[in-house]
């Protein structure tokens, strides 16, 4: 009996929704950043720990501008397919979080979390014009490679996955 007294209210609640998105309001759950997360983790993992090429005590930076260059002995194909790899990656988190470039509807409308949405926002808002300038910087790289189309890549590398970086940490923090 229960039940049939709350699909009333679900069906509601429902249409509130849809006609709020409909709108353009987006509501967040839980579930949905941890969703966002992941990509932005998954991104990360990809960069920075699958390759396990990274050198104990090396910076960010240092790391990514050196493997923005094609490695020892490592032939042209295999850097292509690499830093393919590692753009798919960067692109494929791009995609998921681009729900929360502007800030969702908040439940937990305090200060804290509302300022974190918008840090996260403003972060996230800026990973498409980023991906055209590391897409570009990749398209230079593969038609005249040099030492400053290397750098330049490493540069958009680190920049892109430092803005990742920034929001998946914000995200951990957020309440939807």
């Keep these: 009996m229960r039940f049939a007294k709350c699909v009333p209210a679900l069906?509601?609640?429902?249409?509130?929704?849809?006609?709020?998105q409909a709108q353009g309001v987006y509501y967040v759950t839980q579930h949905r950043i941890n969703e966002m997360a992941a990509a932005l983790d998954r991104a990360r993992v990809a960069l920075l720990e699958?390759?396990?090429?990274?050198?104990?005590g090396e910076t960010l930076p240092?790391?990514?501008h050196r493997i923005a260059a094609p490695l020892p002995g490592e032939k042209p194909a295999s850097y292509r397919i690499r830093i393919e790899?590692?753009?798919?990656?960067l692109a494929q988190a791009t995609d998921s979080t681009a729900p929360i470039r502007r800030v969702p509807a908040l439940q937990e409308a305090g200060e804290a979390?509302?300022?974190?949405?918008q840090k996260i926002a403003r972060s996230v808002?800026?990973?498409?014009?980023?991906?055209?300038?590391?897409?570009?910087?990749?398209?230079e790289t593969l038609s005249k490679p040099s030492a400053a189309g290397y750098s330049t890549l490493g540069a958009e590398l680190t920049q892109t996955l430092t803005?990742?970086?920034v929001a998946l940490n914000d995200l951990r923090d957020t309440r939807p």
């Design 62 to 64: 240092g790391y990514l």
């Design 85 to 89: 790899g590692y753009l798919d990656a």
């Design 113 to 117: 979390n509302r300022l974190l949405w």
């Design 163 to 165: 803005l990742m970086i």
């Design 11 to 20: 069906l509601c609640a429902l249409s509130l929704i849809g006609a709020a």
């Design 125 to 139: 808002g800026y990973l498409p014009r980023r991906m055209v300038k590391l897409h570009a910087a990749w398209k």
């Design 50 to 56: 699958e390759p396990g090429l990274r050198q104990e």
